[in-house]
């Protein structure tokens, strides 16, 4: 009988040890459905926020620089992260202990050259932010032209209070080709202010208080002189014939009582608007001897706000490919 218990007991025994590794099994697999019961909820199909749908959050509508530079063509490229450098290489694993530096002895380094004195030379920077050949001095209290180095190119000196520009601020910029010098006091320009900068291809002198337009040199692309006081006495007798490089010509929202003449063939945008101009001349725009000659380049002419009755001049307008905008009644 005693052998019969025993044999009981051990049977019972080996039923449990069988049992227990059975369930630990069961409850490891069933832990993890337990935690993927946590992310059942996540969208994690749209979880990744792209460009696309970043529009969605921001406007990038309406965004837009306050100023044109003109002179930067910035270019974005796309590309794979770049290999590590060797003092990426050389940092010490986070995993590891690292031994401390040794300090090393100050070397000669850009930075450490930028503490040097400037040796004397040509006119650097004191007013403005120069970077490459560009020239930034907008906005600083400005009342002249401020010196600049013989290399800049680009001057932006716009929203000063300079009221004059002087034969010798410009002195030895040969380089320069865009000045911008919106919306100062500018009243009175010197007759060799601008007319001896060889490379000169844009003068912007929008928001003045000129009362008579600069003379130009031969390079000029762009002039833009909307927002003055020049009446046509203001321009000089065929102020614009020898400039055969000229393209844009913008003089709205001045005095002018007529259409300066003659326009070089290369214009391609003329805006007046907004003056004073009453009538014009059958050859303003056109040969009235060749009516065989067609004036292609010249294709956006503006005389809105003109008292000018533009149906009466008809006879004018036999080149172009484009009738200017204003008036017809």
Known sequence: MGSLARLGIASLLLAVAWTAPAEEETRKAEKPKADLAVYENLDLENYDLTLDS????????????????????????????????????????????????????????????????????????????????????????????????????????????????????????????????????????????????????????????????????????????????IPSAGIRPEAFRDLTQLQFLHLSDNELDYIPVPLPQSLRSLHLQNNNIHTMHEDTFCNSRDHSHIRRALEDIRLDGNPINLSLFLDAYFCLLRLPTGHFH
């Not at 040097?116 to 403005?128: D, I, M, Y």
């Not at 911008?180 to 601008?194: M, Q, R």
């Not at 000029?220 to 927002?227: T, V």
């Open 54 to 229: 970043y529009g969605e959050i921001v406007d990038l509508s309406n965004y837009e620089e306050l100023y044109d530079y003109g002179d930067l063509a910035p270019k974005m490229e796309v590309g794979t992260l770049a290999p590590p450098t060797k003092a990426q290489e050389d940092l010490p694993n986070l995993g590891t202990t690292a031994e401390t530096p040794k300090p090393q002895p100050p070397s000669t380094t850009a930075a450490t050259r930028l503490l040097l004195p400037l040796p004397p030379g040509p006119p650097s920077c004191l007013r403005c932010l120069c970077l490459g050949t560009s020239a930034y001095c907008d906005d600083a209290g400005l009342e002249r032209i401020p010196p600049l180095p013989p290399h800049t190119a680009y001057l932006y000196a716009r929203f000063n209070r300079i009221g004059r520009i002087r034969a010798g601020d410009f002195a030895g910029l040969k380089k320069l080709k865009r000045i911008d010098l919106t919306s100062n006091s500018i009243s009175w320009v010197d007759p060799d202010a601008f007319r001896l900068l060889p490379s000169l291809q844009e003068l912007i002198l929008l928001g003045n208080k000129l009362t008579a337009l600069p003379e130009l040199p031969l390079s000029i692309i762009r002039l833009d002189a909307r927002l003055n006081r």
